[in-house]
Structures are given as structure tokens and as C-alpha cells.
């Protein structure tokens, strides 16, 4: 908590002023916090921090009810990606794009007007850079567009609360839960769809150590696997790119995906192959913490999580593998069409099969391009399914990554693997087969500038 105490040292000294001024003795309100760790397999807890000092609070903050925020974000995009499993309309993809922009939705006979953090807006951008940035507005939109009854099904299906109501506000997490209960969700996601129950015993012994009970992990199938997996590939650019970039910058590069959130208090829940933590700070008489979970509750994610992946039992991480049914093709990031060997730049995405686009970049010579069943081109570029490739344990893997951490090999110390720093100077490797096609090389399009990290409500 040193760091939140930091963070917060100039709000102490303007309360203890005011309070002087009122002549009241009243103690200056602290900020309480809660972890919780458990393994995302068999949801047996680990570890777990009800608060800051049991002699100044009794209550235990990992089973209070509180506001999500952002952290609620995930299931609404589960939902959203849900859609294609069940072929119904709208699809949507990581690659589908909405309008960030102000917006006034009508609801019950009411407006409703959210905002984004700090009342930044991106314009016209894809679902997964609105859920790597966490803004609002997109996400209520998602959840408008795929209906927030269907939301609210998702988020049940996945074992969160009945108090969960189909309103705009519910894709902002203003539906209170515990920190529990958001990491019992998550497990859904860390473990390609399967739902684990919390578990805070083992087993009951007597005195002589006979055992006489216990308890085995209650799991269940609560998400189709290639919903999570996309899920995943969109938290990871979280934890890389977005609103928990800071965790990276703290020193912690394994492969993980994680969420920040931000109500009136601060929250990050995140997650490698073995591991589930979820961080909790905020205030016991809810005044408004004043700082996003990203940089309030994200440190201290980051330092447990680098020294719990340190022990045995969690230092062997594993990247998230790919389910069967999960499509992966290189587009063209302006057209997100598929790619053709004059698109200046490429990346990959994900999707359900059957959803990736089936067009070839209108905007860099695509037209006339065929994506047949065999076709050549079609192989290449992506327009059919990629073969999957499989690790030393058959399990498997994809054959690279967009989200993967550039140095995303161990603890922070360990040597990297030096191909993956020269990974941004290859050249496209469309440009490399066709070359001869191309004349003159195009330059890369000028990144657009990011806005100021942040998370959101």
C-alpha cells in the first residue's frame, strides 16, 4: 500500500486541513485494499487480503460489494464475440469498427449520457482498440448494438451476480459485485471457457491428521473457447499497449492478459496460464479514490505477480492457445480487408471462423483478387483458415502472435529471445514474396499519435 499512500499523500493533507478547520479530531480515512489470488483451473484461492489493517477494519474488502467499473468491460465484448458463435446478427469482431464519439442513448423513456475518461474521444476505431483503451461510449455501444439483455445473459451464464440489470449502465460495470466474484469470472477466461467456483479450503484434518472431508474443484463450461480466446488476444493488447501498459513498465513480461477499471475506486484484474489476481482499492465510505486502476491498483498487481511467478508452482507460464474454430489472417490495418503484398503495413487478427473478411484490401490494388476455396492467394494472405501449429505438448500455439510482449520469455533478468527484438525490422513478409510486383517500396504510414494512457468508469 506504500505506493497508494504515495499517490494519495497530498489528498491526506487536504482532509486533515479541512478537518482542522471544522475542529473535529475524526481520523483521516485511508484507503482500504483487497487482493485475490486463485488458480483459474481448480479455483483453489492462494492468496487473499481483506484489507489494510484488521484493527482498523473488520470487514473483509475481497467479499464487499462494489462497483466494477471497466473490469465489467470484458463480458460485454464475451457477449458481443458470442454472436458469431451462434450466427446471429450483428457479428462482431475485434476488427469491427465504432463511432467514439459523444452520445446520448435513450433508454426507458431517459437519456443516458456516459464519458469517456478524461472527456477523450478516438472517432471511428475498432472493438479491440475500444476495449484496449477501455472507452466508453464504444463499449455502450457494443452492448446497444448485440442488446443488453444479451449481455446481461453472458454475465450471468459466466456466474456473475442476479442484481445485474439490461440497461446502458451495465456495460460501465455500475452493477456492484465482490472481488471474488470478478475473479471467479475471469476464471472463464483464463481457462478457454471453463468456470471455476472459488475454493478457500482444501480439506478439513483432525488433530491427527485424518482427513474428513474434502473438497474437490467445481467446474463447469460457462464460455465457448473461441470467444475467450478472442477475449484474451484483446486483454493482452491491455496489458501491452492500453490501460495496464504500466504493469510492463514495471518489469513483468510474461504472457498474461489483464482489464483496469475505474469507478470510485480502483481495480485490476488480470491472468497468466496459471495464475488469477484481481486488486481492489478504494474508500470504506465510497469517496472517489481519484486515480485509475491502472495506476492505482496496476502496481500492485504487478509486483505480486512477478514475485508469485517466481515460485515453482507458477513460474512455468504458458501462452494462451488457440481453440479449434479460431480463424487468424493478416489485414490491412486501415481497410481491414484482407491484406495484398502492396499494403504498406499488416497485422494480424483473430476470429471466430467464418467471420474474418473475405475481400482483399481495395485500397492497395485488391480489386480482382478472388478468395476461392484453394486458391493460391487466398492461402497467402489469410483468406482461408491457417493450419495450427503445435507445441512440444501438442498444444496449439499461434504461429505469431500480434499481442505477445516483445520480451515475453521469463522474470525480468532473463535473456530474451533475440529474434523477437529484430522482430520489427523484418520486412512484410507479403512484401518480400511479391516484391517483384511493387517497384518502388512504399513507406509505413506514420503511426497516429496515442492518446493519454487512462482508463475509464
Not at 467499473?69 to 465504432?98: E, H, L, M, R, W
Not at 496460464?273 to 472517489?288: E, T
Not at 479449434?324 to 487478427?349: F, H
Not at 476461392?372 to 503445435?390: A, N
Request: with cysteine; hydrophobic share 35%.
Amino acid at each position: 500500500m506504500k505506493n497508494v499512500d504515495t499517490l494519495l499523500a497530498k489528498r491526506y493533507d487536504k482532509w486533515k486541513k479541512e478537518l482542522a478547520k471544522k475542529g473535529s479530531n475524526e481520523p483521516v480515512p485511508e484507503a482500504q485494499v483487497a487482493l485475490v489470488a486463485l488458480d483459474p483451473r481448480s479455483g483453489e484461492i492462494k492468496a487473499v487480503v481483506g484489507g489494510r489493517d484488521y484493527g482498523q477494519s473488520q470487514l473483509n474488502h475481497a467479499l464487499a460489494h462494489r462497483q466494477p467499473g471497466s473490469v465489467f468491460k470484458p463480458f460485454v465484448y464475451a457477449a458481443a464475440f458470442d454472436n458469431a458463435v451462434d450466427n446471429v446478427q450483428p457479428i462482431i469482431t475485434p476488427a469491427t469498427t465504432i463511432d467514439d464519439e459523444p452520445t446520448t442513448f435513450e433508454f426507458d423513456g431517459k437519456p443516458y449520457t456516459p464519458n469517456n475518461y478524461g472527456e477523450r474521444f478516438m472517432g471511428r476505431v475498432t472493438v479491440r482498440d475500444a476495449l484496449t483503451n477501455s472507452l466508453n461510449v464504444a463499449t455502450v455501444k457494443v452492448a446497444e448494438l448485440i442488446g443488453y439483455g444479451r449481455v446481461v445473459q453472458v454475465a450471468r451464464q459466466m456466474g456473475l451476480g442476479a442484481n445485474i440489470q439490461p440497461t446502458p449502465a451495465v456495460a460501465l460495470g455500475a452493477y456492484e459485485m465482490t472481488p471474488v466474484d470478478v475473479a471467479a469470472g475471469y476464471t472463464a477466461f483464463a481457462t478457454m471457457g471453463t468456470r471455476a467456483e472459488p475454493q478457500f479450503i482444501r480439506s478439513v484434518v483432525n488433530s491427527d491428521g485424518e482427513v474428513l472431508e474434502k473438497f474437490t474443484p467445481q467446474t463447469h463450461m460457462a464460455l465457448d473457447p473461441r470467444v475467450a480466446f478472442l477475449v484474451d488476444s484483446v486483454l493482452k493488447d491491455v496489458l501491452n499497449r492500453g490501460t495496464g501498459a504500466g504493469v510492463r513498465a514495471r518489469g513483468f513480461t510474461l504472457p498474461a492478459a489483464a482489464k483496469t477499471g475505474t469507478s470510485r475506486d480502483g481495480w485490476f484484474a488480470g491472468f497468466t496460464s496459471n495464475l488469477l489476481c484481481v486488486i481492489w482499492i478504494g474508500f470504506d465510505d465510497n469517496r472517489d479514490l481519484g486515480f485509475t486502476g491502472g495506476v492505482a491498483a496496476g502496481p500492485i498487481w504487478a509486483d505480486f505477480m512477478i514475485k508469485a511467478t517466481s515460485m515453482s508452482p507458477y513460474r512455468d507460464v504458458k501462452d494462451f492457445t488457440v481453440p479449434d474454430g479460431v480463424q487468424s489472417v493478416v489485414i490491412d490495418p486501415e481497410s481491414l480487408q484482407l491484406a495484398t503484398p502492396n499494403c504498406p503495413t499488416t497485422r494480424e487478427e483473430v476470429y471466430v471462423a467464418g467471420s474474418a473478411p473475405t475481400d482483399f484490401c481495395e485500397l492497395h490494388g485488391g480489386h480482382g483478387l478472388v478468395t476461392s476455396t484453394g486458391s493460391v492467394l487466398s492461402q497467402i494472405f489469410g483468406g482461408q483458415p491457417k493450419t495450427p501449429q503445435t507445441d512440444t505438448n501438442g498444444q496449439v500455439v499461434m504461429k505469431s502472435d500480434p499481442n505477445r510482449p516483445p520480451d515475453a520469455t521469463g522474470q525480468p533478468g532473463q535473456p530474451a529471445d533475440p529474434s523477437a527484438n529484430d522482430a520489427d525490422k523484418k520486412k512484410n513478409p507479403l512484401q518480400k514474396i511479391f516484391g517483384i510486383f511493387g517497384g518502388k517500396k512504399k513507406e509505413p504510414d506514420k503511426a497516429k499519435p496515442k492518446p493519454e494512457k487512462g482508463d475509464s468508469p
